[in-house]
T-cell receptor, first 114, second 114 residues
Framework: DTGVSQDPRHKITKRGQNVTFRCDPISEHNRLYWYRQTLGQGPEFLTYFQNEAQLEKSRLLSDRFSAERPKGSFSTLEIQRTEQGDSAMYLC????????????FGPGTRLTVT | AQKITQTQPGMFVQEKEAVTLDCTYDTSDQSYGLFWYKQPSSGEMIFLIYQGSYDEQNATEGRYSLNFQKARKSANLVISASQLGDSAMYFCAMRKNTGNQFYFGTGTSLTVIP
């Protein structure tokens, strides 16, 4: 197993376009998290899945953001009608529910909205 | 609301010396976990160390130790015998044991000088 993977690694899009990112967690991990990180800041929680169920969603997440995790495996994060303020690194992390400790992070997808 | 404060935006340390990175947190919960992550320039977040709020002993992992002072709500990271590869951003984070959100600080940039 090579860890958490994310695709694409970089995405440049024009304002108003929709974008979709994919995250493949470590295979035995049933918990999956999405974060957004802007320059000079720590990761900001967006949403959390346990298996296929989306159990928590940040109040800061606008309706333009939606995430899915069909079948409890990979997850997608979609941003509709992108805005320049959406430019950030989007990080995915996974963990095993029996572990209270760490999350394992992917390399992130860097989004630039022009 | 949970809040993590890292007051040192940048730190320098001589190679082979020890360095302490500060972290304070604010929560009304009694049960929580504290984490430190390293983020090199490549962008991937790497878990370093964990401390549970009920743990009486300070956590240690190799050259990393966590100086946990619960009454002061501080969880400082101590890196001993600094190496050039320790140069990175370091983030303190907290997770309530009743929830799934991780709250991150704004990070400290550590530079190890040869």
């Amino acid at each position: 197993d090579t860890g958490v993977s994310q695709d694409p690694r970089h995405k440049i899009t024009k304002r108003g376009q929709n974008v979709t990112f994919r995250c493949d967690p470590i295979s035995e991990h049933n918990r999956l998290y999405w974060y957004r990180q802007t320059l000079g800041q720590g990761p900001e929680f967006l949403t959390y899945f346990q298996n296929e169920a989306q159990l928590e969603k940040s109040r800061l997440l606008s309706d333009r953001f939606s995430a899915e995790r069909p079948k409890g495996s990979f997850s997608t994060l979609e941003i509709q009608r992108t805005e320049q303020g959406d430019s950030a690194m989007y990080l995915c992390a996974s963990s095993f529910s029996q572990s209270v400790y760490e999350q394992y992070f992917g390399p992130g997808t860097r989004l630039t909205v022009t | 609301a949970q809040k993590i404060t890292q007051t040192q935006p940048g730190m320098f340390v001589q190679e082979k010396e020890a360095v302490t990175l500060d972290c304070t947190y604010d929560t009304s919960d009694q049960s929580y976990g504290l984490f430190w992550y390293k983020q090199p320039s490549s962008g991937e977040m790497i878990f370093l160390i964990y401390q549970g709020s009920y743990d009486e002993q300070n956590a240690t992992e190799g050259r990393y130790s966590l100086n946990f002072q619960k009454a002061r709500k501080s969880a400082n990271l101590v890196i001993s015998a600094s190496q050039l590869g320790d140069s990175a951003m370091y983030f303190c984070a907290m997770r309530k044991n009743t929830g799934n959100q991780f709250y991150f600080g704004t990070g400290t940039s550590l530079t190890v000088i040869p």
